[in-house]
């Protein structure tokens, strides 16, 4: 069965720092995501994004914070200079369609800030 | 926002059968899933329902939705060791708006 993947099981930077999380969406999706999930909370969503553009963003996703699909494959989370409270689970999810369409998730990105 | 409420932790014994509950806030929800997370992995879709039905069944799985008292619960027959993991419930809004739960950290018992 087709699945996300998700780059790197777990990354690891110094504050301030800009990290890259990675992530495949299934081939035949239209639809990505990324959520998090800070450790012992609940899982948030980030930001969704849809033919090339931002189609939502919660108030989480801030300017340090930026989606790209750089080519026909790769989804990918960019955090510009970490902070501390960045540190936590990220997902990347992928539907086929907007509506009626579950999410798929990756198994995440594990981020540690130090 | 939405407010999901699972409670935290449910231990069964093997065999038995496992009950995760789940209430919401808001009466507009268009589906809800349960999605599974076991340790170290990610988040697994496990079944869904309808807002507009009332039971579902998927094999070992019995969803059961009460619209009326934004009520939302899995059943686990038989329940296996294997089933130890986190459960989330999910109501989606506006189809593509996913709020989880806090999760319920089922525990199996040999």
């Known amino acids: 069965e087709p699945e996300v993947t998700q780059t790197p099981s777990h990354q690891v930077t110094q504050m301030g720092q800009e990290v890259i999380l990675r992530c495949v969406p299934i081939?035949?999706?239209?639809?990505f995501y990324w959520y998090r999930q800070i450790l012992g909370q609940k899982v948030e969503f980030l930001v969704s994004f849809y033919n090339n553009e931002i189609s939502e963003k919660s108030e989480i996703f801030d300017d340090q914070f930026s989606v790209e699909r750089p080519d026909g494959s790769n989804f990918t989370l960019k955090i510009r200079s970490t902070k501390l409270e960045d540190s936590a689970m990220y997902f990347c999810?992928?539907?086929?369609?907007?509506?009626?369409?579950?999410?798929?998730f990756g198994n995440g990105t594990r981020l540690t800030v130090t | 926002g939405e407010d999901v409420e699972q409670s935290l932790f449910l231990s069964v014994r093997e065999g038995d059968s496992s009950v995760i509950n789940c209430t919401y806030t808001?009466?507009?929800?268009?589906?809800l899933y349960w999605y599974k997370q076991e340790p170290g992995a990610g988040l697994q879709l496990l079944t869904y329902i309808f807002s507009n039905m009332d039971m579902k069944q998927d094999q070992r799985l019995t969803v059961l939705l009460n619209k009326k008292d934004k009520h939302l619960s899995l059943r686990i027959a038989d329940t296996q060791t294997g089933d130890s993991a986190i459960y989330f419930c999910v109501p989606v809004y506006n189809f593509n708006k996913f709020y989880f739960g806090s999760g319920t950290k089922l525990n199996v018992k040999p």
């Open positions: 808001d009466s507009s929800s268009t589906y």
């Open positions: 081939s035949n999706h239209l639809y």
């Open positions: 999810a992928s539907s086929e369609r907007r509506a009626d369409s579950p999410l798929h």
